[in-house]
């Protein structure tokens, strides 16, 4: 069984056993050129127990961590080739990179601009306040993770494109503005993730938020992929038992802990490994929400999506949230249409028990809001989309029917018109035509 943390990167991706007698140089290639640009990174954990290297071209786990050539639009990779094939020096390599990256738009729906909240006048680079109730929380040194996903929208930040970083060392800030604002009742400590941390670097912040006791502050929430690319931060890290008395101290200090755990594919919950560790977790009353993207090449089946949530609710865990791609990195190779979304949700949806059916989605995380695809429908003849925001930026928003023309094509909401003739979505000003896809969405908004 793995125990000791063995990371692989860019640098020393040829030393993993597995790539060295199954890949070929072709393959190498491809890692290294796309690595250059999108972060790669993984470990022991997901080489050794979650990828089938027999199948490896085919295996989700493979395609979750690992570059392919086609993650990259061709000219791109045909420039870092070029590079690289000529012996180019570091310094030229990172430039073109990051021009290229720049292109990727590695900041969609408006995060570093619209919901970084201001205290006396300063604005808290580490924090964002979208939702009424709710605050994400960047801790500092919980900006990195265990593995990298291939699609991931946090990208930027493991790449070095330092002035893209979200990320707050200080708790005080935190607890002051809680205090300011007696609306939030929940935090989310995201990244990266926060459960890279050593358990006394969470604890700082954990237990400060205990200790302040601010009477809004009801739940905290710590979203982690670590149950999926290294469970043995519960298990066996040797302040796992630490950690597991933090959780402890936060439920007896009355507040609601809850996991939002990321599980791509049900394959993540099939070890011994991560069996213990959410026994562990649930153990000390923390509960676990699941959440994951629909994405090609991973997990665009129904059968998919039935199994995890299944598995899920077995091993204790609520389902969630299934999430649309975002419009940043490769989504052009993972994305599959709003309309392919919904049916496998709906598919799959169908052939669970009430008891999973906790789930929500297929939801977008656009600048206006989460945004939810009901399904196709047709109204007085003609076919729409029906949607409704899950979260908004302004709460009257959340559970409103609206309709947009049904178009089979598009993949998110920066595709979609508003149906029935109508000028605009309800919820916008103003909007603008001739919107190019992957940008973001081009609305002037109400609030
Ligand atoms: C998804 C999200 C949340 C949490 O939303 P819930 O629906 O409460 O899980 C909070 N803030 C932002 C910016 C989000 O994208
Ligand atoms: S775990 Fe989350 S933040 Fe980390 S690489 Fe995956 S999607 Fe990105």
Not at 100 to 118: F, K, S, T, Y
Request: with cysteine; net charge neutral.
């Amino acid at each position: 069984m793995t125990k000791d943390y063995q990371a692989y990167q860019l640098r020393n991706f040829r030393e993993i056993p597995e790539v060295d007698r199954y890949l070929s140089e072709e393959d190498k290639f491809a890692i290294e050129v796309v690595g250059n640009i999108l972060p790669f990174k993984a470990n022991n954990y997901v080489t050794e127990e979650l990828i089938d290297w027999e199948n490896f071209r085919r295996d989700p786990i493979y395609a979750l961590t690992f570059p392919a050539a086609e993650m990259l639009e061709p000219q791109h990779f045909q420039e870092i080739a070029g590079l690289l094939n000529a012996g180019a020096g570091k310094a030229e390599i990172k430039l073109t990179a990051n021009r290229i990256r720049r292109e990727l738009n590695p900041h969609p729906a408006g995060q570093m601009e619209h919901n970084v909240p201001v205290l006396d006048g300063a604005p808290l680079t580490g924090i964002q306040h979208k939702y009424r109730e709710t605050l994400l929380f960047f801790p500092n040194q919980g900006q990195t993770c265990h593995a990298y996903c291939t699609f991931c929208f946090r990208w930027p930040q493991f790449v070095g494109m330092n002035e893209l970083k979200f990320a707050m060392r200080d708790t005080d800030l935190l607890i002051r503005y809680l205090r300011e604002h007696p609306e939030v009742n929940d935090v989310l400590f995201t990244g990266g993730d926060p459960m890279i941390m050593k358990t006394r670097i969470i604890a700082q912040y954990i237990d400060a938020l205990i200790e302040a006791r601010i009477p809004n502050l009801r739940t905290i929430r710590i979203g982690t992929k670590a149950l999926g690319y290294w469970p043995q931060r519960f298990v066996t890290d040797e302040d796992a038992d630490d950690l597991l008395r933090l959780f402890e101290r936060t439920k007896e200090a009355g507040i609601h802990l809850a996991f939002m755990a990321h599980f791509n594919h049900p394959r993540e919950l099939e070890t011994d490994m991560v069996k213990t560790a959410i026994e562990r977790i649930l153990n000390t009353g923390a509960v676990i929400r699941t959440q994951s993207p629909i994405m090609r090449h991973i997990n665009d089946k129904a059968e998919v999506w039935s199994d995890m949530w299944q598995k899920q609710v077995e091993l204790g865990c609520i389902p969630y949230y299934m999430f649309v791609a975002r419009n940043t990195g490769a989504q052009h190779y993972f994305a599959i249409s709003l309309e392919a979304a919904w049916r496998i949700f709906n598919r799959a949806y169908r052939k669970v028990s009430g008891v999973a059916r906790t789930v929500r989605g297929p939801s977008m995380s656009a600048m206006p809001g989460k945004v939810q695809v009901n399904g196709v429908a047709e109204i007085m003849g003609e076919k729409v989309f029906a949607l409704e925001f899950l979260q908004a930026r302004n709460p009257e928003w959340v559970g409103r029917p609206f309709f947009a023309k049904y178009n089979p094509d598009a993949i998110w909401l920066d595709d979609l018109e508003p149906a029935f003739g109508e000028k605009r979505f309800f919820y916008e000003v103003t909007r603008r035509s001739g919107q190019r896809p992957g940008t973001v969405a081009g609305v002037d908004l109400a609030v």
